[in-house]
């Protein structure tokens, strides 16, 4: 806490000093969960804890054409890990090295954004990457980026985005170059991306490429690269709205087989607003297959608790590299409802099933969730929540495994 006082005094005196403006928003929430999972009659993972997450954003207008933008990150995270195959993500997070302090305090953006014309705005410094379209497939990650963005009109734009996802380091441990070809110590990845506004839609075409190029592929003639395509569309016709997600990507090792891959997915919701209620379907696919496996990503809240429970099953097979992954390689469908109940009073439900996409590669593996949820907006700014969630996974012959989770929450944005 006293690094971020300090942060935020020089940004203060910053202000001051350069009468600039300095414009703070940001949003903080405190959690209580109680959840627990079964495997038949037997008690698999049970646990209650806090966490806690704030943010705080700062803009400091030094000109009309320059502004800083930086923020800052505290995080409490749970201490407790449950046993392999059925730990959550806050659990996961909570592994921190065998050091028993699970909280975080850090600088997530810094970055210098200018005008250089009238349409052309270049943005350079730490940001956040690994976010597009919809939440489908995303995995944000905060890194050093320049990117310029150059408006044709209000409703085109287009983006270039230069990212340096990793340095090479010397390292005499690496041993020989045949030896670490999977260990590569460089990657630079390019954007190329757009916004098109189309009346009611909004068009968001991104294409990313990857040079995973260092000294020691390079020595032995390798250059391994990956591409992807991601494709979003979103629609607001009134009553009807709908987003949609496709998501293409491939790895060529060039000659290192461990690297090759592709994955690719897909996802659509479609819902209707229905005054004072809103009603949808959503679904989604992550293929699987020898090739690679798509994860829907860790930011892609489609359900309470199957999105942050990894499946309980072994999945064996190359494509998933002996690993279990929360909703990788499976396909889902949600049907769910949000009404607002009174002026301060929300709540909503949803029901959900999936199963997994490659027979040959894992059980025949299935799940169902139902949750509910109901929030009490305190003012404008602050809202009180519980919700709840239980879930079957099931593979057609060990007992299924069976969780549940309450979860209450206090958050606030300003």
């Given at each position: 806490m006293k690094r971020f006082l300090l942060v935020a005094m020089i940004l203060a005196s910053a202000a001051s000093l350069y009468a600039a403006e300095l414009k703070i928003t940001g949003d903080a929430e405190v959690r209580g969960v109680m959840d627990q999972v079964d495997r038949g009659d037997t008690e698999m993972y049970g646990n209650m804890y806090f966490d806690a997450d704030f943010n705080f954003n700062a803009a400091l207008v030094v000109t009309e054409n320059t502004t800083v933008f930086t923020k800052l990150t505290f995080d409490s995270e749970a201490d407790y890990v449950g046993p392999a195959g059925v730990d959550t993500v806050e659990d996961q997070m909570a592994v921190d090295g065998g050091n028993d302090d699970h909280t975080y305090l850090g600088v997530e953006r810094a970055y210098i954004s200018t005008k250089f014309l009238p349409a052309l705005t270049v943005d350079a410094g730490l940001m956040a990457g690994g976010l597009w379209g919809t939440a489908f497939g995303n995995n944000e990650v905060n890194i050093v980026r320049i990117k310029g963005t150059y408006a044709i009109d209000q409703n085109m734009s287009v983006m270039a985005i230069y990212e340096k996802n990793k340095e090479s380091e010397s390292d005499p441990s690496f041993g020989?170059?045949?030896?670490?070809?999977?260990?590569?110590?460089?990657?630079?990845?390019?954007?190329?991306?757009?916004?098109?506004?189309?009346?009611?839609?909004?068009?968001l075409?991104?294409?990313?490429?990857?040079?995973?190029?260092?000294?020691?592929?390079?020595?032995?003639?390798?250059?391994?690269?990956?591409?992807?395509?991601?494709?979003?569309?979103?629609?607001?016709?009134?009553?009807?709205?709908?987003?949609?997600?496709?998501?293409?990507?491939?790895t060529d090792g060039d000659g290192n087989a461990a690297l090759d891959s592709t994955t690719y997915g897909a996802y659509v919701d479609v819902f209707a607003k229905l005054?004072?209620?809103?009603?949808?379907?959503?679904?989604?696919?992550?293929?699987?297959?020898?090739?690679?496996?798509?994860?829907?990503?860790?930011?892609?809240?489609?359900?309470?608790?199957?999105?942050?429970?990894?499946?309980?099953?072994?999945?064996?097979?190359?494509?998933?590299?002996?690993?279990?992954?929360?909703?990788?390689?499976?396909?889902?469908?949600?049907?769910?409802?949000?009404?607002?109940?009174?002026?301060?009073?929300?709540?909503?439900?949803?029901f959900a099933y999936g199963m997994a996409n490659d027979d040959a590669y894992?059980?025949?593996?299935?799940?169902?969730?139902?949750?509910?949820?109901?929030?009490?907006?305190?003012?404008?700014?602050t809202t009180w929540s519980v919700e709840a969630g239980y879930v079957s996974w099931d593979d057609g012959g060990t007992d299924p495994v069976t969780s549940y989770r309450v979860q209450q929450k206090i958050s606030v944005k300003f």
């Open positions: 020989s170059f045949e030896n670490n070809l999977s260990d590569l110590g460089d990657r630079t990845s390019y954007y190329l991306a757009a916004k098109l506004v189309f009346g009611q839609f909004t068009v075409p991104l294409v990313k490429y990857v040079d995973m190029q260092d000294a020691r592929t390079a020595a032995l003639d390798n250059s391994p690269y990956a591409y992807a395509i991601d494709l979003a569309v979103t629609g607001d016709m009134g009553q009807i709205g709908f987003e949609f997600e496709a998501v293409y990507s491939n005054d004072p209620a809103k009603v949808g379907l959503a679904a989604f696919y992550a293929g699987s297959t020898e090739d690679g496996v798509y994860n829907p990503g860790a930011d892609f809240d489609f359900l309470l608790i199957a999105g942050e429970m990894n499946c309980p099953y072994w999945l064996p097979g190359p494509a998933y590299g002996g690993v279990n992954m929360s909703l990788a390689g499976m396909t889902a469908f949600k049907l769910y409802a949000d009404a607002k109940v009174m002026e301060k009073l929300e709540a909503g439900a949803a894992t059980a025949d593996v299935t799940f169902w969730e139902v949750d509910a949820n109901v929030a009490y907006l305190i003012d404008a700014a």
